[in-house]
Protein backbone atom coordinates (compact mmCIF):
# COMPACT_ATOMS: atom_id res chain seq x y z
CA UNK A 1 0.00 0.00 0.00
CA UNK A 2 2.93 2.66 0.94
CA UNK A 3 4.28 1.64 -2.71
CA UNK A 4 0.85 2.81 -4.58
CA UNK A 5 0.70 5.89 -2.84
CA UNK A 6 3.91 6.63 -3.34
CA UNK A 7 3.77 6.31 -7.03
CA UNK A 8 0.56 8.53 -6.87
CA UNK A 9 2.15 11.23 -4.75
CA UNK A 10 5.52 11.05 -6.38
CA UNK A 11 5.60 15.02 -8.39
CA UNK A 12 6.34 15.21 -11.86
CA UNK A 13 9.50 17.06 -11.36
CA UNK A 14 11.36 15.03 -9.34
CA UNK A 15 14.44 17.30 -9.21
CA UNK A 16 12.78 19.61 -6.43
CA UNK A 17 11.88 17.18 -3.77
CA UNK A 18 14.73 15.26 -2.22
CA UNK A 19 14.40 12.02 -0.81
CA UNK A 20 13.48 13.47 2.69
CA UNK A 21 10.96 15.62 1.31
CA UNK A 22 9.38 12.28 -0.84
CA UNK A 23 9.38 10.65 2.59
CA UNK A 24 7.25 13.02 4.36
CA UNK A 25 4.89 13.64 1.51
CA UNK A 26 3.94 9.99 1.86
CA UNK A 27 3.61 10.09 5.36
CA UNK A 28 1.35 13.26 5.59
CA UNK A 29 -0.89 12.20 2.64
CA UNK A 30 -4.07 10.27 3.18
CA UNK A 31 -4.72 7.14 3.14
CA UNK A 32 -5.81 4.91 -0.04
CA UNK A 33 -9.71 4.81 -0.42
CA UNK A 34 -10.43 1.38 -1.33
CA UNK A 35 -13.90 1.89 -1.19
CA UNK A 36 -13.44 3.96 -4.76
CA UNK A 37 -9.84 2.85 -5.60
CA UNK A 38 -9.19 6.91 -6.00
CA UNK A 39 -5.65 8.17 -5.39
CA UNK A 40 -5.11 10.78 -3.17
CA UNK A 41 -4.79 14.14 -3.84
CA UNK A 42 -1.12 15.77 -2.94
CA UNK A 43 -0.86 18.86 -0.88
CA UNK A 44 -0.87 22.07 -1.98
CA UNK A 45 2.80 23.70 -2.33
CA UNK A 46 2.54 27.65 -1.61
CA UNK A 47 5.05 29.68 -2.56
CA UNK A 48 7.64 31.61 -0.03
CA UNK A 49 6.22 35.03 0.41
CA UNK A 50 5.75 36.88 3.42
CA UNK A 51 2.06 37.60 2.95
CA UNK A 52 1.00 34.03 2.18
CA UNK A 53 3.49 32.72 5.14
CA UNK A 54 1.96 35.07 7.41
CA UNK A 55 -1.69 34.73 6.50
CA UNK A 56 -1.68 30.59 7.12
CA UNK A 57 0.58 30.44 10.12
CA UNK A 58 -2.17 32.64 11.42
CA UNK A 59 -4.75 30.72 10.27
CA UNK A 60 -2.86 27.20 11.03
CA UNK A 61 -2.06 28.30 14.50
CA UNK A 62 -5.79 29.21 15.22
CA UNK A 63 -6.30 25.45 14.33
CA UNK A 64 -3.30 24.05 16.46
CA UNK A 65 -1.84 22.88 13.47
CA UNK A 66 2.13 23.53 12.64
CA UNK A 67 3.38 24.72 9.26
CA UNK A 68 6.78 23.21 9.82
CA UNK A 69 7.56 19.83 8.57
CA UNK A 70 8.93 16.97 10.91
CA UNK A 71 12.11 16.26 9.18
CA UNK A 72 13.86 19.26 10.49
CA UNK A 73 14.57 22.19 7.76
CA UNK A 74 14.31 22.10 3.94
CA UNK A 75 17.05 21.12 2.26
CA UNK A 76 18.68 24.25 0.43
CA UNK A 77 17.44 22.78 -2.86
CA UNK A 78 13.72 23.05 -2.00
CA UNK A 79 12.45 27.10 -1.02
CA UNK A 80 8.45 25.46 -0.69
CA UNK A 81 6.78 26.25 2.57
CA UNK A 82 4.36 23.57 3.21
CA UNK A 83 1.55 23.23 5.82
CA UNK A 84 0.35 20.25 6.81
CA UNK A 85 -3.41 21.30 5.88
CA UNK A 86 -6.26 19.42 8.17
CA UNK A 87 -7.78 17.74 5.13
CA UNK A 88 -10.11 16.21 7.51
CA UNK A 89 -11.47 19.33 9.04
CA UNK A 90 -12.14 22.02 5.70
CA UNK A 91 -14.61 23.77 7.73
CA UNK A 92 -12.47 24.83 10.39
CA UNK A 93 -9.49 25.66 7.93
CA UNK A 94 -11.84 27.94 6.20
CA UNK A 95 -13.37 30.04 9.36
CA UNK A 96 -9.68 29.98 10.46
CA UNK A 97 -8.86 31.91 6.75
CA UNK A 98 -12.34 34.16 6.76
CA UNK A 99 -13.68 34.56 10.41
CA UNK A 100 -12.62 37.82 10.88
CA UNK A 101 -13.92 37.75 14.37
CA UNK A 102 -11.63 34.42 15.76
CA UNK A 103 -9.06 35.52 13.97
CA UNK A 104 -8.37 39.25 13.14
CA UNK A 105 -5.48 39.19 10.87
CA UNK A 106 -7.56 36.34 9.01
CA UNK A 107 -6.04 36.95 5.10
CA UNK A 108 -9.62 36.81 3.43
CA UNK A 109 -12.52 39.19 4.65
CA UNK A 110 -15.76 38.53 4.36
CA UNK A 111 -18.34 41.63 4.29
CA UNK A 112 -21.97 40.86 3.24
CA UNK A 113 -25.35 43.35 2.95
CA UNK A 114 -28.47 43.93 1.91
CA UNK A 115 -32.07 44.30 3.03
CA UNK A 116 -34.74 42.25 1.66
CA UNK A 117 -38.48 41.81 3.53
CA UNK A 118 -41.47 40.31 3.39
CA UNK A 119 -44.68 40.08 4.69
CA UNK A 120 -48.66 38.54 4.53
CA UNK A 121 -51.89 40.49 4.42
CA UNK A 122 -55.12 39.74 3.29
CA UNK A 123 -54.21 40.25 -0.12
CA UNK A 124 -51.39 37.61 -0.28
CA UNK A 125 -47.65 38.87 -0.01
CA UNK A 126 -45.49 41.66 -0.51
CA UNK A 127 -41.63 40.93 -1.53
CA UNK A 128 -39.50 44.05 -1.79
CA UNK A 129 -35.25 44.34 -1.85
CA UNK A 130 -32.88 46.37 -2.92
CA UNK A 131 -30.44 45.98 -5.42
CA UNK A 132 -27.02 46.67 -4.12
CA UNK A 133 -24.24 44.08 -3.87
CA UNK A 134 -20.67 44.61 -1.92
CA UNK A 135 -17.48 43.30 -1.55
CA UNK A 136 -16.32 44.70 1.50
CA UNK A 137 -16.49 48.55 1.42
CA UNK A 138 -16.50 48.50 -2.52
CA UNK A 139 -19.94 48.46 -3.73
CA UNK A 140 -19.75 45.67 -6.49
CA UNK A 141 -23.19 46.20 -8.52
CA UNK A 142 -26.53 48.40 -7.88
CA UNK A 143 -28.74 46.31 -10.07
CA UNK A 144 -28.66 43.13 -8.66
CA UNK A 145 -31.99 41.04 -8.55
CA UNK A 146 -32.53 39.73 -5.38
CA UNK A 147 -35.66 37.98 -6.04
CA UNK A 148 -35.88 34.48 -8.17
CA UNK A 149 -38.92 32.84 -9.28
CA UNK A 150 -38.71 28.88 -8.14
CA UNK A 151 -41.08 26.64 -9.93
CA UNK A 152 -40.80 25.37 -13.57
CA UNK A 153 -43.49 28.00 -14.68
CA UNK A 154 -42.19 30.78 -13.43
CA UNK A 155 -39.52 31.14 -16.55
CA UNK A 156 -41.08 34.19 -18.20
CA UNK A 157 -39.03 37.80 -18.74
CA UNK A 158 -39.10 38.95 -15.32
CA UNK A 159 -40.41 42.48 -15.99
CA UNK A 160 -42.98 44.75 -14.61
CA UNK A 161 -46.37 43.27 -16.05
CA UNK A 162 -50.30 43.11 -14.71
CA UNK A 163 -50.31 39.37 -15.87
CA UNK A 164 -49.70 37.01 -12.69
CA UNK A 165 -47.09 34.50 -13.13
CA UNK A 166 -47.75 31.24 -11.13
CA UNK A 167 -45.22 30.32 -8.70
CA UNK A 168 -43.51 30.33 -6.16
CA UNK A 169 -40.73 33.90 -5.57
CA UNK A 170 -37.48 33.50 -3.18
CA UNK A 171 -34.98 36.04 -1.95
CA UNK A 172 -31.28 36.45 -1.72
CA UNK A 173 -29.44 37.56 1.59
CA UNK A 174 -25.99 36.91 2.30
CA UNK A 175 -23.58 35.08 -0.46
CA UNK A 176 -25.05 35.62 -3.33
CA UNK A 177 -23.13 32.40 -5.06
CA UNK A 178 -25.16 30.30 -2.37
CA UNK A 179 -28.43 32.03 -2.46
CA UNK A 180 -28.29 31.65 -6.48
CA UNK A 181 -26.86 28.52 -6.90
CA UNK A 182 -29.18 26.69 -4.72
CA UNK A 183 -32.32 28.54 -5.26
CA UNK A 184 -31.91 27.13 -8.98
CA UNK A 185 -31.50 23.96 -7.33
CA UNK A 186 -34.84 24.54 -5.37
CA UNK A 187 -35.87 25.37 -8.66
CA UNK A 188 -34.95 22.21 -10.46
CA UNK A 189 -36.47 20.24 -7.51
CA UNK A 190 -39.97 21.80 -7.23
CA UNK A 191 -40.00 21.40 -11.35
CA UNK A 192 -40.11 17.51 -10.89
CA UNK A 193 -42.40 17.17 -8.08
CA UNK A 194 -44.90 19.43 -10.82
CA UNK A 195 -43.81 16.71 -13.32
CA UNK A 196 -44.43 14.03 -11.23
CA UNK A 197 -47.67 14.84 -9.29
CA UNK A 198 -49.39 17.21 -12.10
CA UNK A 199 -49.75 20.10 -9.27
CA UNK A 200 -47.71 22.86 -7.64
CA UNK A 201 -45.13 22.17 -4.90
CA UNK A 202 -46.55 23.86 -1.43
CA UNK A 203 -44.56 26.37 0.12
CA UNK A 204 -43.82 24.02 3.29
CA UNK A 205 -42.43 21.19 0.94
CA UNK A 206 -40.17 24.04 -0.96
CA UNK A 207 -38.90 25.30 1.94
CA UNK A 208 -38.27 21.84 4.03
CA UNK A 209 -36.37 20.91 0.81
CA UNK A 210 -34.19 23.85 1.05
CA UNK A 211 -33.75 23.61 5.02
CA UNK A 212 -32.65 20.30 4.52
CA UNK A 213 -29.76 20.63 2.02
CA UNK A 214 -28.68 23.53 3.87
CA UNK A 215 -28.14 21.63 7.05
CA UNK A 216 -26.57 18.92 5.57
CA UNK A 217 -24.00 21.67 4.20
CA UNK A 218 -23.53 23.53 7.99
CA UNK A 219 -20.38 24.16 9.20
CA UNK A 220 -19.04 24.66 5.38
CA UNK A 221 -19.09 28.02 5.30
CA UNK A 222 -22.21 28.81 3.36
CA UNK A 223 -24.30 31.91 3.63
CA UNK A 224 -27.75 32.06 3.44
CA UNK A 225 -30.86 33.83 4.57
CA UNK A 226 -33.25 33.27 1.99
CA UNK A 227 -37.32 33.63 2.14
CA UNK A 228 -39.64 31.41 0.53
CA UNK A 229 -43.33 33.25 -0.29
CA UNK A 230 -46.15 31.74 -2.55
CA UNK A 231 -50.09 30.97 -2.32
CA UNK A 232 -51.32 27.92 -3.12
CA UNK A 233 -54.75 26.50 -2.73
CA UNK A 234 -53.77 23.91 0.05
CA UNK A 235 -51.96 26.81 2.45
CA UNK A 236 -52.87 30.52 1.60
CA UNK A 237 -50.52 32.81 1.47
CA UNK A 238 -47.78 31.59 3.15
CA UNK A 239 -44.27 32.65 3.61
CA UNK A 240 -40.83 30.95 5.29
CA UNK A 241 -37.24 32.23 6.13
CA UNK A 242 -34.61 29.67 5.90
CA UNK A 243 -30.54 30.02 6.54
CA UNK A 244 -27.65 28.63 6.16
CA UNK A 245 -27.81 26.65 9.28
CA UNK A 246 -30.80 24.61 8.65
CA UNK A 247 -33.37 27.33 10.40
CA UNK A 248 -36.79 27.17 8.71
CA UNK A 249 -39.51 29.43 10.42
CA UNK A 250 -42.92 30.32 9.15
CA UNK A 251 -44.36 33.68 9.92
CA UNK A 252 -46.08 37.05 8.79
CA UNK A 253 -43.22 39.32 8.74
CA UNK A 254 -39.27 39.03 8.12
CA UNK A 255 -36.84 41.41 6.95
CA UNK A 256 -33.24 40.27 6.40
CA UNK A 257 -29.91 41.38 5.73
CA UNK A 258 -27.74 44.78 7.11
CA UNK A 259 -30.61 47.46 6.95
CA UNK A 260 -33.17 45.01 8.60
CA UNK A 261 -33.23 47.18 11.44
CA UNK A 262 -34.35 50.22 9.58
CA UNK A 263 -37.20 48.55 7.57
CA UNK A 264 -38.22 46.42 11.08
CA UNK A 265 -38.68 50.37 12.28
CA UNK A 266 -41.16 51.41 9.81
CA UNK A 267 -43.19 47.86 9.32
CA UNK A 268 -43.57 47.45 13.05
CA UNK A 269 -44.93 51.26 13.20
CA UNK A 270 -47.27 50.72 10.07
CA UNK A 271 -48.27 47.17 9.47
CA UNK A 272 -51.19 45.32 10.30
CA UNK A 273 -53.13 42.49 7.96
CA UNK A 274 -56.06 44.29 6.90
CA UNK A 275 -53.56 46.55 4.73
CA UNK A 276 -54.98 47.10 0.94
CA UNK A 277 -53.18 45.83 -2.22
CA UNK A 278 -52.32 50.15 -2.29
CA UNK A 279 -51.36 50.50 1.45
CA UNK A 280 -49.09 47.03 1.29
CA UNK A 281 -47.02 48.07 -1.71
CA UNK A 282 -46.81 51.86 -0.71
CA UNK A 283 -45.31 50.14 3.07
CA UNK A 284 -43.19 47.57 1.08
CA UNK A 285 -41.15 50.59 -0.78
CA UNK A 286 -41.24 53.09 2.12
CA UNK A 287 -39.55 50.50 4.61
CA UNK A 288 -36.91 49.11 1.86
CA UNK A 289 -36.66 53.04 1.22
CA UNK A 290 -35.39 53.35 4.66
CA UNK A 291 -33.20 50.67 5.07
CA UNK A 292 -31.65 52.34 1.93
CA UNK A 293 -31.18 55.32 3.14
CA UNK A 294 -29.61 54.78 6.35
CA UNK A 295 -27.99 51.19 5.48
CA UNK A 296 -24.29 51.73 3.63
CA UNK A 297 -24.78 48.27 2.11
CA UNK A 298 -28.00 48.50 0.96
CA UNK A 299 -28.98 50.31 -2.18
CA UNK A 300 -29.53 50.89 -5.76
CA UNK A 301 -33.34 50.29 -6.85
CA UNK A 302 -36.08 49.28 -5.23
CA UNK A 303 -37.58 45.37 -6.57
CA UNK A 304 -41.29 44.99 -5.50
CA UNK A 305 -43.29 42.33 -6.24
CA UNK A 306 -47.22 41.26 -4.73
CA UNK A 307 -47.84 37.18 -4.43
CA UNK A 308 -51.11 36.26 -5.31
CA UNK A 309 -53.09 33.38 -5.56
CA UNK A 310 -53.24 33.84 -8.80
CA UNK A 311 -49.24 34.40 -8.93
CA UNK A 312 -46.58 36.85 -8.46
CA UNK A 313 -46.86 40.27 -10.27
CA UNK A 314 -44.06 42.76 -10.44
CA UNK A 315 -44.53 46.25 -9.22
CA UNK A 316 -41.01 47.83 -10.88
CA UNK A 317 -37.49 47.91 -10.50
CA UNK A 318 -37.14 51.71 -9.59
CA UNK A 319 -34.73 54.14 -8.95
CA UNK A 320 -34.42 55.47 -4.97
CA UNK A 321 -33.46 58.17 -5.81
CA UNK A 322 -36.36 59.76 -7.40
CA UNK A 323 -38.58 58.07 -5.24
CA UNK A 324 -36.88 59.50 -1.72
CA UNK A 325 -36.82 63.10 -2.90
CA UNK A 326 -41.05 62.09 -3.45
CA UNK A 327 -41.41 61.02 -0.30
CA UNK A 328 -39.74 63.77 1.54
CA UNK A 329 -40.90 66.66 -0.09
CA UNK A 330 -44.94 65.32 -0.66
CA UNK A 331 -44.69 63.67 3.24
CA UNK A 332 -42.05 65.66 5.47
CA UNK A 333 -40.11 63.18 5.94
CA UNK A 334 -36.64 62.42 5.86
CA UNK A 335 -35.86 65.97 8.08
CA UNK A 336 -32.15 65.30 8.35
CA UNK A 337 -31.50 65.93 4.27
CA UNK A 338 -32.26 69.71 3.29
CA UNK A 339 -33.96 70.13 -0.28
CA UNK A 340 -32.22 73.65 -0.39
CA UNK A 341 -29.55 72.17 -2.71
Known amino acids: ?11 SYQNVYTEQDQQELTESLPPLSL ?3 LPPVANVSYSNTNKVIHGLEAGCHELGVSGQSSGGPRSPSSQLWRPELPAERPSAFLRAMTDDHSN ?9 GTTTLAF ?6 IVCTDSRATAGNWIASQTVKKVIPVSRLSRGEDKPTSEPTPGLLGTMAGGAADCQYWLRYLSQQCTLHEIRHKRRITVAAASKILANLTYSY ?17 EGPALYYIDSDGTRLPGNLFCVGSGQTFAYGVLDANYRYDLTEQEALALGRRAILA ?18 EEGWVHHGFDDMNPIFWKTKLESGEFSNVTSEL
Open 1 to 11: MDKIVAQYSRP
Open 35 to 37: KFA
Open 104 to 112: PSCPIKLAH
Open 120 to 125: RFQGGI
Open 218 to 234: KGYGLSMGTMLAGVTPQ
Open 291 to 308: AMHRDAYSGGFINLYHVK
